[in-house]
């Protein structure tokens, strides 16, 4: 059987992977021959990335050549028969030349390394590990924190999310430091120089909105495995000398997720003051999609990577285009839109906030308590249905807002 080559898009939490997926899924488009199948992997059960892809149209869920593997890591033994299966689905009926893998955040590289490697129907091509500049700048002292920090915990007999860090830069055939347009040049050098003793086997380039060729991605040279044998064989008996073996996901890290789902929209003022004064070092991501009541037709992205945040927006809601008789929909769309909405609230439609929270298992449930808490009451529900206006202190462009 011929091998199909995969290439691995890893990196932590809000690294920006998704977004460089999305890129290489625009180029292939116009790529003779070249047919990329995509597995896709969230720590969370709610499958934001693959909701983004479907409203971005690179590529939908319901493609052939498309796979999820929700709640959970890629790397852990669940994980790891899902992948398989989705593997078989990719290549078998979406008849792939190429397959990308968008790890979660909470992936440890080394498992699906030796998964792949031993899949009579895949060749590993390229490691490509996304690391955010900007984090490492803020939280970890330009990246210099990194290798002392995951030396200690290893000597301690624990794992830490430097050491996860570490690991996912290790591992990789190519470093991409993201968000390049948000540091200055001596911020970015600093960072790199920090980064290339992990591994200094490795090309590092820096990257914004995911500006990666497809074409050098893929005419990467062939993956090195003999390179990382010896570091991977070295993490198997440290996992087996502690009983932590089967650990190889967020599990490992103490990281936890919370799903936050309720038809009502967020109350502007509350969920400003919850981002600018709850937000703690622990969060390190929450997505998903959600509306408030001062802008009631948009369903918006909400996109938080430890202390910074950016809202989009991806669609109207149906609702609200049926509300809406300036539109002068046909009976024929009006119809077709009535069905789509049947069995959703009575009172709301399709408007719902649907968020998934990640982070350190201690303090997650507060975050999450504190969230919930910015959701409209009764009153403040009647008072958007009377048209009475609220205070909004967001920013009136949505695209992008910047570090707090």
């Known amino acids: ?108 590289p080394w498992p699906l390394l030796e998964a792949i490697r031993t899949h009579p129907a895949l060749r590993l091509h390229g490691f490509l590990s996304v690391v ?98 010896g570091l991977g064989a070295e993490l198997t008996d440290w996992d087996r000398g502690r009983g932590t073996a089967s650990m190889s996901g967020a599990e490992g890290y103490r990281l936890g997720s919370i799903v936050i789902a309720d038809p009502r929209p967020f109350h502007p003022q509350r969920l400003w003051r919850v981002y600018n004064h709850d937000l703690g070092t622990g969060i390190h991501r929450s997505k998903g999609f959600f509306w408030l009541p001062s802008r009631d037709r948009l369903q918006l992205l909400w996109n938080q990577t430890a202390g910074s945040i950016g809202l989009e927006i991806v669609n109207y809601w149906k609702v609200a285009a049926l509300e809406d008789e300036s539109l002068n929909l046909l009976p024929e769309e009006r119809q077709e839109m009535h069905r789509c909405l049947a069995g959703m609230s009575p009172g709301f439609g399709d408007r719902r906030c649907r968020l998934t929270v990640i982070g350190d298992r201690d303090g997650l449930a507060d975050f999450a308590d504190a969230v919930r808490g910015c959701f409209c009451t009764p009153a403040e529900v009647a008072a958007w249905r009377a048209g009475e206006a609220f205070d909004d202190p967001w920013p009136a462009s949505t695209a992008r807002l910047a570090q707090r």
Not at 46 to 61: F, K, N, Y
Request: aromatic share 4%; proline share 5%.
């Open 1 to 108: 059987m011929p091998q199909v080559p995969v290439t691995i898009l890893n990196g932590f939490l809000g690294a920006g992977k998704t977004t460089l997926l999305q890129s290489l899924l625009v180029q292939a488009r116009v790529m003779p021959g070249v047919r990329l199948g995509v597995i896709v992997n969230e720590m969370s059960e709610l499958d934001v990335d693959g909701a983004i892809l479907d409203t971005s149209e690179v590529i939908s869920r319901r493609d052939p050549r498309f796979a999820a593997i929700p709640a959970g890591s890629i790397s852990g033994a669940q994980g790891l028969e899902q992948f398989a299966r989705a593997v078989d689905r990719v290549i078998s009926q979406g008849a792939a030349t190429h397959v990308l893998i968008e790890t979660s955040g909470s992936t440890h």
């Open 132 to 229: 955010d500049t900007v984090t490492l700048a803020q939280d970890h002292d330009l990246g210099r924190a990194i290798l002392p920090a995951a030396s200690r915990q290893l000597a301690e007999g624990r794992r830490g999310i430097e050491n996860l860090l570490a690991e996912q830069i290790m591992f990789a055939s190519r470093i991409l430091l993201s968000k390049m347009d948000r540091v200055c040049g001596e911020t970015l050098r600093t960072v790199a120089q920090a980064v290339h003793p992990l591994n200094p086997f490795a090309d590092i380039m820096g990257m914004q909105w995911g500006n990666v060729r497809l074409a050098d991605v893929l005419a990467l040279p062939p993956y090195d495995h003999a390179r990382v044998a």
